[in-house]
T-cell receptor
Framework: QKEVEQNSGPLSVPEGAIASLNCTYS??????FFWYRQYSGKSPELIMS????GDKEDGRFTAQLNKASQYVSLLIRDSQPSDSATYLC??????????????FGSGTRLLVRP | GAGVSQSPSNKVTEKGKDVELRCDPI?????LYWYRQRLGQGLEFLIY????????KSGLPSDRFSAERTGESVSTLTIQRTQQEDSAVYLC????????????FGAGTRLSVL
């Protein structure tokens, strides 16, 4: 079992719709959770971080965390063609792992159709 | 500097040659990470530096891979006797310190081993 799992997609949504991206993780000791956006040929760009159960909203983005279910999601409202990218879920064990390295999923490719 | 800087941006080499990849982290960031991203995959952790010591080398795939860091600045990742399976994008990230878990990525070095 991979430590961080994502559906590879592509997830195709029409412009203006809500895109829902999901991620599960295996280590219950994980402390911090991140969503990175990566355009083709570019480096990952942090778009959301979440540390406690519940929802965290930032503009059109909402991250949701459920530690009991070991599940983290990203909702993108009013999706735009410019949101088309690969979204990487990353998990950090924090205090349980002295290096604070990020464990990444393989990413979900999102395609927003005009 | 303003961001994490990596050089070269692209490197083409012949199988069996050694290569050096350079990372210049954000000024003042004490933690530095190297990741590898194969085509269509997520990021794999390679090594973590806190200052110039490397407490976590667990991701280095073989003894052909090594890395150094000078103080709290530049790091060099060296791959000896390159193999075709080493072809990937090598990404460097830095964070303010070990406990500040938001990592900022450079643009990466695309390595192609012929």
């Amino acid at each position: 079992q991979k430590e961080v799992e994502q559906n590879s997609g592509p997830l195709s949504v029409p412009e203006g719709a809500i895109a829902s991206l999901n991620c599960t993780y295996s280590d219950r000791g994980s402390q911090s959770f991140f969503w990175y956006r990566q355009y083709s040929g570019k480096s990952p760009e942090l778009i959301m971080s979440i540390y406690s159960n519940g929802d965290k909203e930032d503009g059109r983005f909402t991250a949701q965390l459920n530690k009991a279910s070991q599940y983290v999601s990203l909702l993108i409202r009013d999706s735009q063609p410019s949101d088309s990218a690969t979204y990487l879920c990353a998990v950090n064990k924090g205090l349980w792992d002295s290096s604070y390295k990020l464990i990444f999923g393989s990413g979900t490719r999102l395609l927003v159709r005009p | 500097g303003a961001g994490v800087s990596q050089s070269p941006s692209n490197k083409v080499t012949e199988k069996g040659k050694d290569v050096e990849l350079r990372c210049d982290p954000i000024s003042g960031h004490t933690a530095l990470y190297w990741y590898r991203q194969r085509l269509g995959q997520g990021l794999e952790f390679l090594i973590y530096f806190q200052g110039n010591s490397a407490p976590d080398k667990s991701g280095l795939p073989s003894d052909r891979f090594s890395a150094e860091r000078t103080g709290e600045s530049v790091s060099t990742l060296t791959i000896q006797r390159t193999q075709q399976e080493d072809s990937a994008v090598y990404l460097c990230a830095s964070s303010l310190d070990r406990g500040a878990d938001i990592q900022y990525f450079g643009a990466g070095t695309r390595l192609s081993v012929l």
